[in-house]
């Protein structure tokens, strides 16, 4: 198991940090720790894009905040990484219904089925290999993140 060293530091300046400003420096050291899991797993979907559709999941691959409802039963801001255009519903007549045509990489619903498999379809996950893979570096991106974050914002007080 690896040792985060600096927390405690971190976690001290929070706490001299007003609150809502505290939140927004989590928010975007959180983000910066993100990318790297985002960019592994764009790359992970790179190799199962179709090159002759115009569709494309890494396209679809993004780093987003979750609301202040999700905030608040977690305890603090929080990231994730995810494919736009994520869960959709079938209506009545078998076809899907949601957003999914304007995003960057087109109408990519099918991730779901790529990532897990399906009855019919071995599995072929691109996201769980990439925070697998990535999560060390996430972690270490996040701590020098805060790090520079809480800085900054206690130099501005």
Request: charged letters at 30%; proline letters at 4%; glycine letters at 10%.
């Amino acid at each position: 198991m690896n040792e985060i060293k600096g927390l405690d530091e971190i976690k001290k300046k929070l706490d001299l940090l007003p609150d809502r400003i505290g939140r927004n420096a989590m928010k975007r050291a959180l983000r910066q720790g993100a990318k790297p899991i985002r960019d592994a797993a764009r790359a992970n979907a790179k190799q199962l894009d179709d090159p002759e559709t115009s569709e494309s999941i890494a396209k679809n691959i993004v780093v987003q905040s979750a609301n202040r409802r999700r905030e608040k039963t977690e305890g603090g801001p929080v990231m994730r990484v995810g494919v736009l255009g994520g869960a959709r519903d079938m209506t009545a007549h078998g076809e899907f219904k949601g957003a999914g045509k304007g995003n960057p990489g087109g109408d990519t619903f099918y991730w779901r089925f790529l990532e897990f498999g399906t009855s019919k379809m071995a599995a072929r996950p691109f996201m769980r290999p990439a925070m697998a893979s990535a999560g060390d570096k996430a972690l270490e991106a996040t701590v020098a993140a805060m790090q520079a974050e809480t800085d900054k914002e206690l130099a501005k007080l």
